[in-house]
Every structure is written in structure tokens, then in C-alpha cells.
């Protein structure tokens, strides 16, 4: 799947991760934004039976945007877990993302993550002849989701990216609540639509302080 980041060019933000991937550098003012819900109607509600809540976070689709919108790379995954893991729901947050083997502040921040509490999913980037890095784990997030949506009540997506959209579809046919929470500004259109909820990151309390 491709990065599908709303009016700029993926190749643009391609060449800055590259770049700052290299570096070891990972790790976002904000704007008011109106939508139809609020962050407290978006996040899991109580219920008679424990509500299992599964939430897969696109880590490299969030690097980029957050780096464009706000020039900064870094987000408060504690924050994250924190917003979504309120009203007694059973959470299960799963971070999905590339590392170069090389880079130990890279490997500092995966390790980080499943300190905090997250499972997650990483693979090496691959070099290709032409110096450029492939990091994608689009594919192992969508078979990761459909494995797991059998056992859950709902799902939260974490991501801006609108080739989610057909998964998110088929979701929802499966009688799925699917929710989206996206990066400000760069989130697809047809991905708010495809999902049942959407706020946008930076509705989260504490989500750029670092």
C-alpha cells in the first residue's frame, strides 16, 4: 500500500524519513478543528460485558504527517493509551512500524513502547540498489486487524492513510465499530467516511508534549 498524505507528495515526506530515519530521529501549535463528536464520545464507553477494544497504530504514517503539519516527529504514546484506555473498555494497542537495525535510538524506541504497555509489530526497512529505504508494514497492520476483528467489539485505526478504507469497509460488514483517529489536515477524506468515528489527533490531551 501507498502513503496517501492529502495535498502533498509522498515522495516529499519519503525523502525526510529517509533522512531522518538515519539520524535515529523517530519519535507534535495546535489547531482548532469542529467535527461531529467529541474525544469523550469518541472514546470507549462502559458497558454490562467487558467491551474489548483492539487499537493499531500506523507509527510511520504518523511520523510523517506530524512532521509536516506541526515540524515535529515526536508524539506522546502515553497520552494515546492513556485517552483510549478509559471507561473500564479491555485494550489491547498494537504499534505497528520499520527500524534500521543500526540505529540503537530506533531500537530505544520500540523498547519504550512495549514498556508503556503496547504489543509491537517491527520489521528492518529494506535498502533498495537505488539508495532509497523501503519501510512500510501497511500490510502486516491489515492482516494483523482481520486476524484479531473476530474477537473484538471494536476497533480503532490510528492513521491517516485512505488505503485503510477498503479494509475499514470490510470491517464494517462484519459488523464491526471501526473508529479512526488521523493526523491533522492529512487524513484521507475517504477514510473519515469509511469509519463510524473520527477525531483528529490533536484532540487529545497531551498527545504533542514530549
Partial sequence: MREELQGASSSHFRDDFDS???QGDLFPPQRDHTWSITKDEFAPRPHEQPWKVGVFIDVQNLYLCIKSV????KINYRALKEFLSRNGAIVKMTAFTCYDPDNRSQLDFIHALAIMGYRVVAKPLKRLPDGSVKASM????????????PHL???VIVTG???FAPLIDQLARMGKVVKVIGPDK???P?????CDAFINLTQIDGILDI
Fill in 161 to 163: 492513510d485512505g488505503d
Fill in 190 to 194: 475517504e477514510l473519515i467516511r469509511s
Fill in 138 to 149: 501497511d500490510m502486516e497492520m491489515a492482516i494483523e486487524i482481520l486476524s484479531e476483528a
Fill in 70 to 73: 506541526f515540524n515535529q516527529a
Fill in 20 to 22: 531522518d530515519i538515519a
Fill in 186 to 188: 492529512l487524513t484521507s
Fill in 153 to 155: 467489539d471494536e476497533i
